[in-house]
């Protein structure tokens, strides 16, 4: 496969796991930079043109709720999830298990593919 196609297929792998990563994330407080921080430490690294349209579009969606808040001297804005938010990151973390598993028991069955 050449490796065009491979990035094109981990981006939208990565879409796809983004919105729970982010929603995890929040459930405690951060603001943008912190939040773009602890994704990167777990291993998700992610643009900032990609990071503030997503956590604008969940807060949108009434999933995320904000506050201004002083630190280090700056007003920065911090997310956390609303109650809509905590539902939905427990829903979606629920079918998130699931896909995992069925696609764990799909790969671990060999059918010959090398």
């Given at each position: 496969?050449?490796?065009?196609?491979?990035?094109?297929?981990?981006?939208?792998?990565?879409?796809?796991?983004?919105?729970?990563?982010?929603?995890?994330?929040?459930?405690?407080p951060h603001?943008?930079?912190?939040?773009?921080?602890?994704?990167?430490?777990?291993?998700?690294?992610?643009?900032?043109?990609?990071?503030y349209p997503?956590?604008?579009?969940?807060?949108?969606?009434?999933?995320?709720?904000?506050?201004?808040?002083?630190?280090?001297?700056?007003?920065?804005?911090?997310?956390?999830?609303?109650?809509?938010?905590?539902?939905?990151?427990?829903?979606?973390?629920?079918?998130?298990?699931?896909?995992?598993?069925?696609?764990?028991?799909?790969?671990?069955?060999?059918?010959?593919?090398?």
């Amino acid at each position: 496969m050449s490796e065009k196609r491979v990035d094109k297929m981990r981006g939208e792998l990565r879409r796809g796991v983004l919105v729970l990563a982010v929603l995890a994330s929040l459930r405690t407080p951060h603001y943008g930079y912190s939040l773009r921080k602890q994704l990167s430490e777990a291993g998700l690294d992610i643009d900032e043109g990609t990071l503030y349209p997503l956590v604008r579009r969940l807060a949108d969606q009434g999933l995320l709720e904000s506050e201004w808040q002083q630190a280090e001297g700056r007003e920065r804005r911090y997310y956390t999830l609303s109650k809509a938010g905590i539902e939905q990151l427990a829903q979606l973390s629920h079918e998130w298990q699931l896909m995992n598993d069925a696609l764990g028991t799909i790969l671990e069955n060999d059918h010959g593919i090398s």
